[in-house]
């Protein structure tokens, strides 16, 4: 079992930024994909940035590119998501996610573990 708590959301200026932190529990991460989603109010659960094991390779939804950034460190058994430049269409719950698996994972259903969420609201 993966045991996952997100932190570092809350209420910015557009154009500002939020480091999401991911803290894992129960099994060291270097064994799993971690993923970055959100849910906006009345929007489906998207993916927004995917690393494999060790965040050599990453993926990103087209809307984010260029301005998160995620990167991960196995000792700390953390996964982190940088965010710039945001803005008001980034406000969303994030969830952090992980995959049995070692290679990137950009399916959702991929992902077994979750954590609760961390709200991150930017004003425009």
Same mark, same amino acid.
């Given at each position: ?17 939020l !480091? ?12 799993? %994909?971690?993923? $970055?989603? !959100?849910?906006?109010?009345? +929007? /489906?659960? /998207?993916?927004v940035? %995917? ?13 984010? +590119?260029? !301005?998160?950034?995620?990167? &991960?460190?196995?000792? &700390? ?6 965010m710039?430049?945001? +803005? ?9 996610? %992980? ?12 992902? +077994?573990? $979750? ?10």
């Amino acid at each position: 079992q993966v045991q996952l708590v997100e932190s570092g959301g809350g209420l910015v200026q557009a154009g500002g930024s939020l !480091r999401l932190s991911c803290a894992a529990s129960g099994r060291t991460l270097s064994s799993y %994909a971690m993923g $970055w989603f !959100r849910r906006a109010p009345g +929007k /489906e659960r /998207e993916l927004v940035a %995917a690393t494999n094991w060790n965040g050599a390779i990453t993926h990103y939804t087209d809307p984010v +590119k260029g !301005r998160f950034t995620i990167s &991960r460190d196995n000792a &700390r058994n953390t996964v982190y998501l940088q965010m710039d430049s945001l +803005k008001s269409e980034d406000t969303a719950v994030y969830y952090c996610a %992980a995959a049995s698996y070692m290679g990137l994972q950009v399916t959702p259903a991929r992902y +077994k573990y $979750w954590g609760q969420g961390t709200q991150v609201t930017v004003s425009s």
